[in-house]
Nanobody, 124 residues
Framework: QVQLVESGGGLVQSGDSLRLSCAAS?????????VGWFRQTPFEREFVAAI???????RYADAVKGRFIISRDMQENMIYLQMNNLKSDDTALYYC?????????????????WGQGTQVTVSS
């Protein structure tokens, strides 16, 4: 089992930056473990970014590429999402999710473990 707890959401203005944090615990010490960030829109749970726990290789959605940075701290068991140049379209409930294996990283249905979410609101 893996437990994930997000924090760091809030209300910001367009162009501002915000860093989300995800505290991980449990059986994350496997070579194939990946962590992703998703956001909930009225239509779907949308992929934002993902990172390999062991290699730190990353993947980003086109909508956030060049603005968001995903990272992890293996000593603190933390995953971060640095969000820069925020836009009103980034407003959403952001979730941290975990899975074993590298397949289907951009698909919410591929993830086994989910946090409770943290709200990000960007005012224009």
């Amino acid at each position: 089992q893996v437990q994930l707890v997000e924090s760091g959401g809030g209300l910001v203005q367009s162009g501002d930056s915000l860093r989300l944090s995800c505290a991980a615990s449990g059986q994350i010490f496997v070579d194939t473990f990946h962590v992703g960030w998703f956001r909930q829109t009225p239509f779907e749970r949308e992929f934002v970014a993902a990172i390999s726990w062991s290699t730190a290789s990353t993947r980003y959605a086109d909508a956030v590429k060049g603005r968001f940075i995903i990272s992890r701290d293996m000593q603190e068991n933390m995953i971060y999402l640095q969000m820069n140049n925020l836009k009103s379209d980034d407003t959403a409930l952001y979730y941290c999710a975990g899975k074993g294996g590298s397949g289907g990283l951009s698909y919410a249905t591929a993830y086994n473990y989910w946090g409770q979410g943290t709200q990000v609101t960007v005012s224009s």
